[in-house]
């Protein structure tokens, strides 16, 4: 089971109130939460990667165990205590300012 934290704008449109618990089979990679987030609460799609591109949107960071994985490779393996439930992904709206 990996556990997804979204941010409260994202857990509003979705209708959730806590973190996300995801089953999945197969290789843990961010293209495959990704995938099973966007397939299970498909009001999410388009808010977290583009849907013609399908690439991260600019304004949202993903991060797990401490490390900012946003510019990682979709389909590259998330680290195993995420794999394994022990760790959460994090989807963080990044703040921009002047």
């Not at 990704?34 to 993903?62: K, N, Q």
């Amino acid at each position: 089971m990996i556990k997804v934290i979204l941010p409260a704008h994202l857990k509003n449109i979705a209708g959730l109130s806590g973190a996300l618990a995801l089953e999945l089979t197969g290789a843990v990679t961010q293209r495959s939460v990704l995938d099973a987030i966007e397939g299970t609460y498909p009001m999410l799609r388009g808010t977290l990667r583009d849907p013609s591109t399908r690439r991260r949107r600019p304004f949202v960071r993903f991060f797990a165990c401490g490390q900012d994985l946003s510019h990682e490779p979709d389909d590259s393996p998330l680290p195993a205590a995420v794999a394994e439930g022990k760790e959460p992904f994090l989807i963080i709206g990044a703040i921009a300012g002047g």
